[in-house]
T-cell receptor
Framework: DSGVTQTPKHLITATGQRVTLRCSPR?????VYWYQQSLDQGLQFLIH???????AKGNILERFSAQQFPDLHSELNLSSLELGDSALYFC?????????????FGPGTRLTVL | ELKVEQNPLFLSMQEGKNYTIYCNYS?????LYWYRQDPGKSLESLFV?????AVKQEGRLMASLDTKARLSTLHITAAVHDLSATYFC?????????????FGTGTLLAVQP
């Protein structure tokens, strides 16, 4: 158990809908990262927040957005869902923001869009 | 654009044998990470390599980093069935402001009895 929690574990929804994925980092970690894992794209970085501030964006679609709250938990919002958004979404946390810091991954949320 | 390649993509090996997984990356970085993923599970951190020539060992796994060759290796010694999993290497690029990871394609390791 990494200490990172994610809810829900599974999510099944329809095209065009909107969902929110939630992540609570390990105690003391200030950074939260979001990654998407799919068979065709592999593991892809989406976005990074540090202490409430966005630090980097990766291959994140405009239909997706995220935020980190004052209590450091983070939410990833996915809207106008398409079949291709079906994937495993991981969040990871680390203490700091810079290079060399180990990222600890949560159990993931499996999103299925029908 | 930073690219990270692993080979082989699939490795079937017998218990007791040795083998190496290779991770090549396309631009300069001094930081290389290895993760393990069991089917349907999360990623577990194995090693963090932070300088040229770094070598780390844990049980039957040993990882090394050659930043000049932009190459990391994960060596498996006397494989056992419990090592069956997918292994990912990852590189972080931007350093200072962010530690976003760029992952390789993964190597699916199947250890046969």
């Amino acid at each position: 158990d990494s200490g990172v929690t994610q809810t829900p574990k599974h999510l099944i929804t329809a095209t065009g809908q909107r969902v929110t994925l939630r992540c609570s980092p390990r105690s003391g970690d200030l950074s939260v990262y979001w990654y998407q894992q799919s068979l065709d794209q592999g593991l892809q970085f989406l976005i990074h927040y540090y202490n409430g501030e966005e630090r980097a964006k990766g291959n994140i679609l405009e239909r997706f957005s995220a935020q980190q709250f004052p209590d450091l938990h983070s939410e990833l919002n996915l809207s106008s869902l398409e079949l291709g958004d079906s994937a495993l979404y991981f969040c990871a946390s680390s203490v700091y923001s810079g290079g060399g810091d180990t990222q600890y991954f949560g159990p993931g949320t499996r999103l299925t869009v029908l | 654009e930073l690219k990270v390649e692993q080979n082989p993509l699939f490795l079937s090996m017998q218990e007791g044998k040795n083998y190496t997984i290779y991770c090549n990356y396309s631009t300069t970085s001094d930081r290389l990470y290895w993760y393990r993923q069991d089917p349907g599970k999360s990623l577990e951190s194995l090693f963090v390599l932070l300088s040229n020539g770094a070598v780390k060992q844990e049980g039957r796994l040993m990882a090394s980093l050659d930043t000049k060759a932009r190459l990391s290796t994960l060596h498996i010694t006397a494989a056992v069935h419990d090592l069956s999993a997918t292994y990912f290497c990852a590189v972080d690029r931007d350093g200072g402001a962010t530690n976003k990871l760029i992952f390789g394609t993964g190597t699916l390791l199947a250890v046969q009895p």
